[in-house]
Each structure stands twice: as C-alpha cells, then as structure tokens.
C-alpha cells in the first residue's frame, strides 16, 4: 500500500499504460482521477475496476490539447477528492507516417496532445500543488524514443524528447515546492498506438529479437515503475529517467 489515501490523477487513462497505471495505484491505496478523450467504455471500466479495489475513482473527459482542459481535470478532482498529491500525464498519439510527405495536420495534432498537452497539465497539477503546500510527484510518459530514432515516427519522437525534458526543467523549478518531477521511458509496449504496426508478425518478431528479456512490454510493466516514482520510496528521486524497456536501448550487438 504504497500510495495509501493518495489522491492520483491520470491523463489518457482509458485504455493502455495510462489505464494499467490508474489501477496500479489503486491497488497500492490511492483514490484515483482519470482524463480520457473518447473511449467511454474504457474509462467505465477503469473506474469499475478501481471501484472493485475498494478505492474511489472518477472520470472526467476532455482533450488534452485544448489548454482549458487542464484547469478542469485538476479542479474536478479537487472538487471530488480535497488534492491532488500525484499527477500522471500519460495521453499522447502516434499516427505513424513518413516524414517527406507529412500532412501539416498530422504534426500540429501530434504537438498539441503529445507535447503541449503534458505542459499544460504539468502546470496546472503544479500550481495546484503548490497551493496545498505539501509537495507532490509528478511523472511523465515519455518513450525510449526521446533517446532514438524512428522512421515513421519523426513528429512523436520530438514530443517524447520535450516531455523528458519538461519533467527535467519542472525538477529544477518545483524542486523548493517539495514537488518531485520524473520520467518513465517505456520501450515496445503492446498498446492501440501500434497495434496496426505490430500486426505485421515479422516486425514483431524482429522487435522481440531485439530485447534481452524475449518479449514486448505490456501495459502493466509500466504500472509498478510508475508507482514507485510516486511513492515515498522515490522521495530522494527528481529529474530522473526510468528506461522501461526489457533492456532494448543497451542491445546495440
């Protein structure tokens, strides 16, 4: 019960790691808030599922690239649970294609949610923070792909690199807040972002290759990492990237 009475906030939470880690802190003692977009059905049973825990959980839809959302997610929580004491910005988009013909569209929606979005939320869930006067953690999503490269992903692997680097920056600035700021960087998980992609069984097989545990990432591989940088088991931890990857980026041979 490492998060026990915790008051833990989830953006893109429906489905995916974002959903794996709500109901990982909710296993762990927290009363949870989630943001979702449109998958209705998925945020329902989110909120089932932390509901069948014992703990408290309600869902609040919105889109994370519109600056106004971030004020209400937090000031719904609030609203419901009294503080926020964690927040979790998981939501991003990866809608794979080549770089020399990217539609304009295709890149500004990815910027807004992916990048933008995490820096609106962070800020929102900091002042709050600051406002209850207790310090808070904050973790971001960010992808092993802020430190490589990908063909069809030239417009995300920018996002993810920001988001890291938000997480570094809001360290530094929150640091005197008692608010600590760090970052998980999950390799292959198996998620609706590349579903499509992962579909081709030998790009999938190629990809487990890659990595010395012998399989892709599932979602729940993310929830523990992500509960322990929310815990007081991380109170000295700030600034910090956690490589969730089953060991790909150092597999160079």
Known sequence: MLLKDKVVLVTGASQGIG???AIGCARH??????NYHGDDAGAADAVAQIEALGRRAIAVKGDVAEASTAGVFVRAAVEAFGVVDVFVNNAGICPFHAFLDMPPE?????LRV???GAYYMVQAAANQMVRQGHGGSIIAVSSISALVGGEMQTHYTPTKAGVHSLMQSTAIALGKHGIRCNSVLPGTIETAINREDLADQNKRDYMAGRIPLGRLGEPDDLAGPIVFLASDLARYVTGAALLVDGGAFVNLQ
Do not use: Q, S
């Open 19 to 21: 959903k794996a880690a």
């Open 29 to 34: 003692g927290a009363d949870v808030v989630i």
């Open 106 to 110: 295709i890149l500004e929606r990815t």
């Open 114 to 116: 992916n990048l933008h």
